[in-house]
Protein backbone atom coordinates (compact mmCIF):
# COMPACT_ATOMS: atom_id res chain seq x y z
CA UNK A 1 0.00 0.00 0.00
CA UNK A 2 0.72 3.46 -0.48
CA UNK A 3 1.77 5.03 2.69
CA UNK A 4 0.66 8.57 3.14
CA UNK A 5 3.55 10.32 1.83
CA UNK A 6 3.54 8.68 -1.27
CA UNK A 7 0.04 9.78 -1.79
CA UNK A 8 0.63 13.26 -1.36
CA UNK A 9 3.46 13.16 -3.39
CA UNK A 10 1.26 11.37 -6.52
CA UNK A 11 -1.80 13.67 -5.44
CA UNK A 12 0.50 16.89 -5.75
CA UNK A 13 1.42 15.49 -9.18
CA UNK A 14 -1.04 14.57 -10.53
CA UNK A 15 -2.77 18.12 -9.60
CA UNK A 16 0.85 19.97 -11.14
CA UNK A 17 0.07 17.66 -14.31
CA UNK A 18 -3.63 19.04 -14.71
CA UNK A 19 -2.78 22.50 -13.88
CA UNK A 20 0.36 22.05 -16.92
CA UNK A 21 -2.54 20.38 -19.54
CA UNK A 22 -5.04 22.84 -18.77
CA UNK A 23 -2.46 25.27 -19.17
CA UNK A 24 -0.96 23.69 -22.74
CA UNK A 25 -4.60 23.27 -23.62
CA UNK A 26 -5.31 26.93 -23.09
CA UNK A 27 -2.35 27.92 -25.19
CA UNK A 28 -3.09 25.74 -27.98
CA UNK A 29 -6.31 26.74 -28.03
CA UNK A 30 -5.12 30.47 -27.84
CA UNK A 31 -2.76 30.40 -30.45
CA UNK A 32 -4.77 28.19 -32.74
CA UNK A 33 -8.49 30.20 -32.28
CA UNK A 34 -8.00 33.58 -31.11
CA UNK A 35 -8.02 36.40 -32.98
CA UNK A 36 -4.76 37.42 -33.89
CA UNK A 37 -5.10 39.72 -37.32
CA UNK A 38 -5.85 43.65 -37.37
CA UNK A 39 -6.73 43.26 -33.48
CA UNK A 40 -7.52 46.74 -33.52
CA UNK A 41 -8.76 47.98 -37.03
CA UNK A 42 -11.76 46.91 -39.07
CA UNK A 43 -10.89 47.49 -42.32
CA UNK A 44 -8.82 44.50 -44.45
CA UNK A 45 -5.46 44.52 -45.44
CA UNK A 46 -3.99 43.13 -49.00
CA UNK A 47 -0.73 41.00 -48.38
CA UNK A 48 1.58 40.69 -51.34
CA UNK A 49 3.73 37.59 -51.02
CA UNK A 50 6.21 37.79 -54.18
CA UNK A 51 7.48 34.53 -55.56
CA UNK A 52 10.74 32.84 -54.15
CA UNK A 53 9.21 34.37 -51.04
CA UNK A 54 10.57 32.16 -47.51
CA UNK A 55 8.55 31.89 -44.56
CA UNK A 56 10.93 34.56 -42.94
CA UNK A 57 9.90 37.58 -45.75
CA UNK A 58 5.94 37.01 -44.79
CA UNK A 59 6.78 37.06 -41.34
CA UNK A 60 8.81 39.91 -41.91
CA UNK A 61 6.02 41.66 -43.87
CA UNK A 62 3.21 40.57 -41.53
CA UNK A 63 4.91 42.17 -38.51
CA UNK A 64 5.68 45.33 -40.65
CA UNK A 65 2.35 45.76 -41.85
CA UNK A 66 1.16 45.27 -38.05
CA UNK A 67 -1.13 42.70 -39.32
CA UNK A 68 -0.25 40.27 -36.78
CA UNK A 69 -0.71 41.06 -33.16
CA UNK A 70 1.13 37.78 -31.28
CA UNK A 71 4.14 37.21 -33.30
CA UNK A 72 5.38 34.17 -31.32
CA UNK A 73 1.79 32.43 -31.69
CA UNK A 74 1.17 32.55 -35.31
CA UNK A 75 5.42 31.33 -35.36
CA UNK A 76 4.27 28.53 -33.40
CA UNK A 77 1.21 27.85 -35.56
CA UNK A 78 2.70 28.00 -38.43
CA UNK A 79 5.21 25.06 -37.88
CA UNK A 80 2.34 23.02 -36.77
CA UNK A 81 0.48 23.37 -40.04
CA UNK A 82 3.53 23.10 -42.31
CA UNK A 83 3.56 26.62 -43.32
CA UNK A 84 6.90 27.46 -43.35
CA UNK A 85 7.95 24.86 -46.03
CA UNK A 86 4.61 25.54 -48.38
CA UNK A 87 4.62 29.45 -48.97
CA UNK A 88 2.70 30.39 -51.88
CA UNK A 89 2.99 33.57 -53.80
CA UNK A 90 0.14 35.52 -54.22
CA UNK A 91 -2.35 38.36 -53.40
CA UNK A 92 -4.19 37.31 -50.32
CA UNK A 93 -6.76 39.53 -48.31
CA UNK A 94 -6.39 40.02 -44.85
CA UNK A 95 -9.58 40.48 -42.99
CA UNK A 96 -10.07 41.49 -39.14
CA UNK A 97 -10.08 39.12 -36.07
CA UNK A 98 -8.64 36.12 -38.36
CA UNK A 99 -7.20 33.79 -35.91
CA UNK A 100 -3.56 32.63 -36.60
CA UNK A 101 -5.07 29.21 -37.85
CA UNK A 102 -7.53 30.50 -40.23
CA UNK A 103 -4.23 33.09 -41.57
CA UNK A 104 -2.01 30.17 -41.91
CA UNK A 105 -4.72 28.29 -43.72
CA UNK A 106 -5.76 30.97 -46.09
CA UNK A 107 -2.11 31.24 -46.85
CA UNK A 108 -1.15 27.78 -47.17
CA UNK A 109 -3.86 27.09 -49.37
CA UNK A 110 -2.64 29.99 -51.63
CA UNK A 111 -6.08 30.69 -51.99
CA UNK A 112 -5.38 34.69 -53.95
CA UNK A 113 -7.85 37.88 -54.28
CA UNK A 114 -7.88 38.06 -57.69
CA UNK A 115 -7.02 41.92 -59.32
CA UNK A 116 -8.58 43.17 -62.04
CA UNK A 117 -6.36 44.47 -65.21
CA UNK A 118 -7.76 47.32 -67.41
CA UNK A 119 -6.18 48.94 -70.60
CA UNK A 120 -7.04 51.44 -72.89
CA UNK A 121 -6.06 54.37 -74.52
CA UNK A 122 -2.86 52.81 -75.69
CA UNK A 123 -0.85 53.84 -78.50
CA UNK A 124 2.34 51.79 -78.82
CA UNK A 125 3.86 48.62 -76.96
CA UNK A 126 5.28 50.38 -74.01
CA UNK A 127 2.50 51.30 -72.82
CA UNK A 128 0.78 48.19 -73.03
CA UNK A 129 3.51 46.47 -71.29
CA UNK A 130 2.77 49.61 -68.53
CA UNK A 131 -0.65 49.37 -68.67
CA UNK A 132 -1.35 45.70 -68.51
CA UNK A 133 1.29 44.92 -65.60
CA UNK A 134 0.37 48.17 -63.77
CA UNK A 135 -1.44 45.97 -60.97
CA UNK A 136 0.63 42.43 -61.30
CA UNK A 137 3.43 41.52 -60.08
CA UNK A 138 5.87 41.24 -62.84
CA UNK A 139 7.18 43.59 -64.69
CA UNK A 140 6.82 45.64 -67.81
CA UNK A 141 9.91 44.58 -69.04
CA UNK A 142 9.51 41.32 -69.07
CA UNK A 143 5.91 41.47 -70.78
CA UNK A 144 7.60 43.76 -73.85
CA UNK A 145 10.57 41.25 -74.62
CA UNK A 146 7.75 39.14 -75.19
CA UNK A 147 5.58 41.29 -76.88
CA UNK A 148 8.51 42.34 -79.41
CA UNK A 149 9.52 38.23 -79.65
CA UNK A 150 8.75 37.07 -82.83
CA UNK A 151 9.10 33.57 -82.42
CA UNK A 152 6.91 34.12 -79.09
CA UNK A 153 4.35 35.99 -81.18
CA UNK A 154 4.13 34.03 -84.28
CA UNK A 155 2.46 31.03 -81.84
CA UNK A 156 -0.04 33.03 -81.70
CA UNK A 157 -0.65 33.68 -85.07
CA UNK A 158 0.58 37.66 -84.84
CA UNK A 159 4.02 39.37 -85.65
CA UNK A 160 5.37 42.32 -84.02
CA UNK A 161 3.61 44.35 -86.55
CA UNK A 162 0.13 43.64 -85.47
CA UNK A 163 0.65 41.51 -82.33
CA UNK A 164 -1.30 44.45 -80.33
CA UNK A 165 -4.30 43.41 -82.27
CA UNK A 166 -4.58 40.11 -80.19
CA UNK A 167 -5.55 42.38 -77.16
CA UNK A 168 -8.73 43.75 -76.56
CA UNK A 169 -9.36 46.05 -74.04
CA UNK A 170 -11.27 46.02 -70.70
CA UNK A 171 -11.56 44.87 -67.54
CA UNK A 172 -10.35 41.14 -66.89
CA UNK A 173 -9.96 39.42 -63.56
CA UNK A 174 -6.54 37.46 -63.00
CA UNK A 175 -4.68 36.65 -60.26
CA UNK A 176 -1.55 38.99 -59.10
CA UNK A 177 1.60 36.55 -59.40
CA UNK A 178 0.38 35.91 -63.17
CA UNK A 179 3.36 34.75 -65.42
CA UNK A 180 4.12 36.64 -68.63
CA UNK A 181 2.99 34.02 -71.05
CA UNK A 182 0.31 32.71 -68.74
CA UNK A 183 -1.00 36.38 -69.45
CA UNK A 184 -0.76 36.03 -73.30
CA UNK A 185 -2.34 32.66 -73.01
CA UNK A 186 -5.16 34.83 -71.21
CA UNK A 187 -5.19 37.53 -73.89
CA UNK A 188 -5.35 35.16 -76.83
CA UNK A 189 -8.38 33.38 -75.14
CA UNK A 190 -9.91 36.45 -74.80
CA UNK A 191 -9.44 37.31 -78.60
CA UNK A 192 -10.57 34.25 -79.74
CA UNK A 193 -14.18 34.64 -77.59
CA UNK A 194 -14.46 38.31 -78.91
CA UNK A 195 -14.27 37.08 -82.27
CA UNK A 196 -17.40 35.08 -82.63
CA UNK A 197 -18.54 33.28 -85.72
CA UNK A 198 -20.74 36.09 -86.41
CA UNK A 199 -18.12 38.82 -86.37
CA UNK A 200 -15.85 36.67 -88.51
CA UNK A 201 -18.75 36.30 -90.67
CA UNK A 202 -19.15 40.55 -91.03
CA UNK A 203 -15.41 40.77 -91.46
CA UNK A 204 -15.13 38.02 -94.64
CA UNK A 205 -17.82 40.40 -96.13
CA UNK A 206 -15.59 43.31 -95.81
CA UNK A 207 -13.10 40.75 -97.62
CA UNK A 208 -10.64 41.13 -94.49
CA UNK A 209 -9.97 39.26 -91.58
CA UNK A 210 -9.58 39.78 -88.07
CA UNK A 211 -6.51 41.91 -87.76
CA UNK A 212 -7.17 43.69 -90.92
CA UNK A 213 -10.33 44.99 -89.05
CA UNK A 214 -8.07 45.98 -85.82
CA UNK A 215 -6.08 47.72 -88.13
CA UNK A 216 -8.78 49.94 -89.96
CA UNK A 217 -10.25 49.93 -86.55
CA UNK A 218 -7.34 51.97 -85.02
CA UNK A 219 -7.36 54.48 -87.60
CA UNK A 220 -11.27 55.00 -86.68
CA UNK A 221 -10.79 55.44 -83.65
CA UNK A 222 -7.65 57.91 -83.82
CA UNK A 223 -9.75 60.16 -86.02
CA UNK A 224 -12.49 60.41 -83.87
CA UNK A 225 -13.28 59.85 -79.60
CA UNK A 226 -17.06 60.42 -80.47
CA UNK A 227 -18.55 56.56 -80.30
CA UNK A 228 -21.86 57.59 -81.96
CA UNK A 229 -19.84 58.94 -85.28
CA UNK A 230 -17.19 55.92 -85.93
CA UNK A 231 -19.71 54.10 -87.93
CA UNK A 232 -19.68 56.79 -90.15
CA UNK A 233 -15.92 57.76 -90.45
CA UNK A 234 -15.54 53.52 -90.82
CA UNK A 235 -17.90 53.49 -94.04
CA UNK A 236 -15.69 56.49 -95.45
CA UNK A 237 -12.71 54.14 -95.27
CA UNK A 238 -14.33 51.38 -96.74
CA UNK A 239 -15.58 53.07 -99.38
CA UNK A 240 -12.02 54.39 -100.42
CA UNK A 241 -10.72 50.59 -100.20
CA UNK A 242 -13.27 49.36 -101.92
CA UNK A 243 -12.25 51.92 -104.64
CA UNK A 244 -8.78 51.27 -103.83
CA UNK A 245 -8.35 55.54 -102.94
CA UNK A 246 -5.60 56.06 -100.75
CA UNK A 247 -6.60 56.47 -97.04
CA UNK A 248 -4.95 59.43 -96.29
CA UNK A 249 -5.58 59.45 -92.60
CA UNK A 250 -3.69 62.04 -90.77
CA UNK A 251 -3.32 59.71 -87.47
CA UNK A 252 -1.13 57.04 -89.70
CA UNK A 253 1.32 60.00 -90.34
CA UNK A 254 1.49 61.18 -86.55
CA UNK A 255 2.32 57.07 -85.99
CA UNK A 256 4.37 56.89 -88.91
CA UNK A 257 6.25 60.39 -87.10
CA UNK A 258 6.26 59.00 -84.05
CA UNK A 259 4.45 62.23 -82.92
CA UNK A 260 1.32 62.56 -81.52
CA UNK A 261 1.58 66.34 -80.37
CA UNK A 262 0.89 67.04 -84.12
CA UNK A 263 -2.55 69.04 -84.24
CA UNK A 264 -2.26 70.37 -87.66
CA UNK A 265 -0.80 68.04 -90.29
CA UNK A 266 1.15 69.69 -93.00
CA UNK A 267 1.84 68.98 -96.29
CA UNK A 268 5.69 68.01 -94.98
CA UNK A 269 4.13 65.65 -93.23
CA UNK A 270 3.05 64.05 -95.82
CA UNK A 271 6.32 62.88 -97.14
CA UNK A 272 7.63 60.59 -94.60
CA UNK A 273 8.87 57.53 -95.83
CA UNK A 274 6.99 54.93 -94.19
CA UNK A 275 4.68 52.01 -94.61
CA UNK A 276 2.44 53.68 -92.19
CA UNK A 277 2.15 56.88 -94.71
CA UNK A 278 -1.41 56.06 -95.97
CA UNK A 279 -1.04 59.59 -97.95
CA UNK A 280 1.37 57.78 -100.02
CA UNK A 281 0.82 53.92 -100.38
CA UNK A 282 -3.29 52.96 -100.67
CA UNK A 283 -4.73 49.81 -98.96
CA UNK A 284 -4.36 49.01 -94.66
CA UNK A 285 -0.99 49.94 -93.16
CA UNK A 286 0.97 46.46 -91.80
CA UNK A 287 -0.79 46.95 -88.20
CA UNK A 288 -2.78 48.75 -85.65
CA UNK A 289 -1.76 52.05 -84.70
CA UNK A 290 -3.05 51.87 -81.18
CA UNK A 291 -5.19 49.43 -79.58
CA UNK A 292 -8.93 49.67 -80.99
CA UNK A 293 -11.30 49.63 -78.63
CA UNK A 294 -14.56 47.36 -78.74
CA UNK A 295 -16.57 50.26 -80.06
CA UNK A 296 -13.61 50.56 -82.34
CA UNK A 297 -13.77 47.39 -83.97
CA UNK A 298 -17.60 46.70 -83.73
CA UNK A 299 -17.96 49.98 -86.17
CA UNK A 300 -16.49 48.39 -89.00
CA UNK A 301 -18.02 45.74 -88.67
CA UNK A 302 -21.40 47.12 -88.52
CA UNK A 303 -20.15 50.49 -90.35
CA UNK A 304 -22.96 52.76 -91.75
CA UNK A 305 -23.59 52.26 -95.40
CA UNK A 306 -23.74 55.84 -97.10
CA UNK A 307 -21.72 57.66 -100.15
CA UNK A 308 -18.96 59.41 -98.59
CA UNK A 309 -15.46 59.49 -99.27
CA UNK A 310 -14.27 62.18 -97.39
CA UNK A 311 -14.31 63.53 -93.70
CA UNK A 312 -12.82 66.93 -92.01
CA UNK A 313 -13.27 68.14 -88.14
CA UNK A 314 -15.92 70.76 -88.03
CA UNK A 315 -14.79 74.46 -87.02
CA UNK A 316 -16.59 74.02 -83.89
CA UNK A 317 -13.92 72.64 -82.67
CA UNK A 318 -17.03 69.96 -81.23
CA UNK A 319 -14.95 66.64 -81.77
CA UNK A 320 -17.38 65.87 -84.69
CA UNK A 321 -16.85 65.36 -88.43
CA UNK A 322 -18.41 67.06 -91.77
CA UNK A 323 -18.67 64.81 -94.09
CA UNK A 324 -18.71 64.89 -97.90
CA UNK A 325 -19.71 62.64 -101.15
CA UNK A 326 -17.02 64.65 -103.86
CA UNK A 327 -13.34 66.34 -102.86
CA UNK A 328 -15.33 70.19 -103.77
CA UNK A 329 -17.51 70.29 -101.10
CA UNK A 330 -14.44 68.25 -98.99
CA UNK A 331 -12.19 71.43 -99.68
CA UNK A 332 -15.01 74.23 -98.55
CA UNK A 333 -15.39 71.97 -95.05
CA UNK A 334 -11.47 72.04 -94.87
CA UNK A 335 -10.89 75.21 -95.45
CA UNK A 336 -13.79 76.06 -92.63
CA UNK A 337 -11.19 74.34 -90.53
CA UNK A 338 -8.10 75.57 -91.70
CA UNK A 339 -9.65 79.31 -90.74
CA UNK A 340 -10.50 77.92 -87.38
CA UNK A 341 -6.78 76.31 -86.52
CA UNK A 342 -5.69 79.96 -87.98
CA UNK A 343 -7.83 81.62 -85.97
CA UNK A 344 -6.88 79.76 -82.65
CA UNK A 345 -3.45 80.09 -84.06
CA UNK A 346 -3.06 76.89 -84.35
CA UNK A 347 -0.19 75.83 -86.66
CA UNK A 348 1.51 73.01 -85.69
Not at 50 to 77: C, H, P
Not at 202 to 210: G, R, T, V
Request: proline share 5%; with cysteine.
Amino acid sequence: MLTDKKKKYLLVGLVAFSVLLTSLSFYFYQAFFSPNTLVDREEPEVLDIYTGSTFQQVLDSLIARDIINEVVTFSFVAKVMKYQDAVKPGRYTIQPKMSNRELVALLRSGRQSPVNITFNNIRLPEELAEKITDNLEMDAGSFLALLEDEAFTEKYGFDSTNIMAMFIPNTYEVYWNLGPIDLFDRMHREYEKFWTTERIEKAEKLQMDPMEVATLASIVQAETNKADERPLVAGVYINRLERNIPLQADPTLLYALGDFSIRRVLNVHKEVESPYNTYKYAGLPPGPINLPEISSLDAVLNHTDHNYLYFCAKADFSGYHAFATNLRDHMINARKYQNALNASKIYR
